[in-house]
């Protein structure tokens, strides 16, 4: 804002992929929540330096632009391409520059820097800001894609939760324990029996034992219930060793 010479700031996520409520705000100084939300719910469609749908810029991986009220006109048309609904609500907030640099993280998502002014004597110089915009861009880019990475990875841990291995450790001898881990990445019993230095003979005895222990006749059984994780309520026939 001090390089620019704004007086507001914001830093949104917009997401073209999503019909409805597509901009996400990550932190914004000197703008009011109610214009964020208006902003937000429609003028983001009409503003000409945001790479929404229908902007001539939404293609783009990368811009920065400054936009000014000087073509809006009191009774402009709201679906004109040249902003000027935009700028007729943002003027009555006393806005006379504003200022927008993005970069595309994806086909469909943007993070976006949006800067106002409003004094009209003075003007909006990005130049001097753009290094400090495009910083904070890729740093903000890189914190995006982690934190979805890392709440996609939580989500899929906890769809898919592993067995309970310890209570499972419990009722088996110490080779059985090791061959149903083994069945566990989906291993067959040549590769059982070669990851254990076992013959595959071998293996089918081992797993009669734990079909046995477990009440099932098949290993398609078996996998179901190891994937069920609750141990505790089930009756096992023999103990390990």
């Known amino acids: ?3 620019s010479g704004a007086d507001g700031v914001s830093l949104f996520l917009l997401d073209n992929s999503l019909e409805n409520h597509p901009i996400s705000f ?13 902003y937000a719910s429609s003028l983001y469609k009409h503003d000409p330096l945001t790479p929404h749908r229908k902007s001539v810029l939404h293609s783009c991986s990368s811009f920065t632009g400054i936009s000014v009220d000087n073509t809006a006109t009191s009774d402009g048309d709201p679906d004109s391409p040249n902003g000027q609904q935009y700028w007729k609500y943002f003027k009555r907030l006393g806005f006379h520059e504003t200022a927008v640099s993005f970069r595309a993280i ?9 800067l106002n002014l409003t004094v009209k004597r003075k003007h909006l110089s990005v130049d001097p800001a753009i290094q400090s915009m495009d910083s904070w861009l890729k740093e903000s880019c890189d914190y995006v894609i982690e934190f979805s990475v890392r709440n996609y990875n939580r989500e899929c ?18 080779r059985e324990f090791q061959v149903v881990c083994e069945l566990l990445q989906g291993k067959s019993n040549k590769q059982i029996a070669y990851t254990l230095s076992l013959s595959e003979y071998t293996i089918e005895n081992y797993l009669r034992k ?11 059984s078996l996998m179901a219930l190891l994937k069920l994780r609750d141990f505790s309520t089930h009756s096992f026939h023999g103990t390990g060793n």
Request: charged share 30%.
């Open 157 to 174: 841990f906890h769809k898919k939760p592993e067995p309970q291995l310890e209570d499972l450790a419990e009722h088996l001898t110490n």
């Open 1 to 3: 804002m001090q390089k």
């Open 106 to 114: 994806s086909s469909n998502m943007y993070l976006v820097i949006g």
């Open 26 to 38: 990550i932190y914004h100084k000197h703008l009011s929540e109610e214009t964020l939300e208006r």
């Open 210 to 220: 734990i079909y046995r222990k477990f009440n099932v006749r098949s290993r398609t």
